[in-house]
Each structure stands twice: as C-alpha cells, then as structure tokens.
C-alpha cells in the first residue's frame, strides 16, 4: 500500500480514536474546571491529548503488518505506556508525586535502552554518568514541557516545531524511522484540530497525559539523534521552551514560591492573560520562534561541533536577555492581578 494512503488511514483512525475519547471523557466526567490560576474561563474536556501515545501504538501496530523492525521500540513503546497511563490516572485522580516521578524515571530508563545509550560507550563508568545526566535532563524536560502546557494550542504548536526539524534532520542522517516522526506529526495535527482554536472554542485540553507523552515521544527521537552525532547542541530544539520554562522557574526561587503550587508567570501566560493575546496568536509565536531558531541551525550553522555550540550559546542568551526584558516590563501586570485576588 502506497505510504500516503496508509497516512491518511492513520489520520482517520487517531481521528475516530479522538472522537470515542471524547465520549468516555464526557460521560465519566473528565473534565477541566477553570479556576483563578488558570488561562481558561470554560469547562473543557481533559486528556485529549492521549491521541499522541495512541499514535504510537498505530504506528507499531502498521511497523508490524509492513514486517518492519520494530523490537528495538519495544522498550520505547512500554516506557511510553508506562508513563502516559500513569499520567492519565493522574488527570483523573491526583497522584503522589513520587508515585508520578518513579514511574517517569523507570519509563526514561525503558527510553535509553531503545535509544542505544547502554551500548554506545566503551566504559561503564562513562555510560552511568551520561546516563545520569540524560535522565536529569529528560525528566526535568519532560516536566517543562508539562508546566508549559496552559493555553490551548501551544503544546500542539510546539510540538509541531520540534518534530519538522527532527524529521528534515532525518531524512539525510536517518536515526529513527521515518515514518515514526510523521505519525507523530499526525497525531499532533488531530489533536490541533480539536485544540488549536481561540480562547473558549477548544474542545479538549491535552492534559498530563498529552504534555508528558509528546514530551516522551519527542525526547526519544532527540536522543537518537544526539547519540547517532555525539553532539548535545541538538538542545536547540527545546530551546524556546527551556529558557521560559527554566528562567520562570528560578524566578519564582528567587520570589520563595512553592515549586509545586499552579501560577501564571510564564511568558506566554503573562501575554494570554494579562496583555489579552489571542491563545492562538501566542502559541503560534511561540512555534514560530523555535522554528526560526531550529531551522536556522540546521540551514544556516556551519555544521562543526564548534559552530553549533556557539548558535546554541548564543540563541540562549537572545532568548533569555528578551525573557528578561519582557517580564521586567509586564510583570507588574500580574502582581496587580495578584493583588485582585485577595481583595
């Protein structure tokens, strides 16, 4: 069967799958209330974003009937079950956060195993330590990407701009299988459908179990390719979200805030909100931005170890000095809304 056709099928499965979900989340009342800190005023369906690790399973699923190689995902697609199952009990009933974070770590560990990271180093010692490190990075990744999922579209639109630079990347260096990026692809564009819309139009939230599975699906692909490179700067794919997500983060250390609690301090969130952008206008800059950032260091970086650490280097630094200036001009817009709330 020629390949497109079998696209389109898959599109219309994910899309089907989607639509029954929205069944059994309406009748057994999954659902997103707004509350003060949230940047929604509606009541919205929760967890459609489970449309990306049902992707995944489609996609091994046709890997299988095509009699493609598909054992060494296996470990991938376990720790990709492991982690969004747990993170849908978690939509539905709070969890412990170890409980959450156990889990995350094992399904990490299932991710390496796929990647090829327990074979690609001569010494132990060396594979413990990258080891270690790429589980710190992975998991507090997959977190960002989780606390960055607040307006509708923008876990969609970013995970759109990761994924292209991914699949242009491998089409000449070939570290995973193709098709596994364009149904990834695919699997955000359902979900888009029913998400990328204004502010009170979207039909579901992605909840934990689509934040934290496209993170996997995405860092997993990432891995590879670093692996297949030896090169971290790769990094820059996952650079919009880290600088807002990182620098929000250590702003609200130096504010002695409790990490845990929900907030509005993002800089996406302090657009949405307090200076009224349109959801979608935002999270399309948001997409934007990494786009220009990713394709530019894949199109216009000399292609040195050398030269990507410094695109790298010095995106960082644009990106958080335009970070900084942004919250030291808007951020008195929230501490008002703040104080609002305790009136």
Known sequence: MNMWITYIVIAAILVASELVYFKIADKYNIIDKPNERSSHSTIVLRGGGIIFAISMIVWAVMMIVQENEIVPYLPFLCGLVMVAGISFVDDIHSLPDSVRMGVQILAVLLMFWSAGLYVAFDSWVWMVVVAAIALFFCVGATNIINFMDG??????????????????????????????????????????????????????????????????????????????????????????????????IFHRILLHENLGQA????????????????????????????????????????????AHWIYLIGAGIVLAVAYVLFKMKYYHLHEEYLASLKK
């Open 151 to 248: 307006i509708n579209g923008i876990t969609a639109g970013y995970a759109f701009a990761m994924l292209l630079p991914l699949l242009l990347v491998n089409r000449t260096m070939g570290f995973v299988e193709e098709s596994y990026l364009i149904v990834a692809i695919i699997g955000v564009l359902v979900f888009s459908i029913f998400n990328f819309r204004p502010k009170g139009k979207a039909k579901c939230f992605a909840g934990d179990v689509g934040s934290i599975g496209i993170a996997f699906i995405i860092l997993f692909a990432l891995g590879r390719l670093m692996l297949a490179t030896k090169d971290v700067s790769w990094i820059v794919f996952f650079l919009v979200y880290g600088i807002d997500g990182s620098l929000t």
């Open 263 to 306: 907030h509005r301090k993002h800089a996406y969130q302090l657009m949405a909100n307090e200076l009224k952008m349109s959801h979608v206008v935002v999270s399309l800059l948001y997409m934007a931005i990494q786009l220009v950032v990713s394709l530019g260091f894949i199109y216009l970086c000399p292609d040195t170890i050398l």
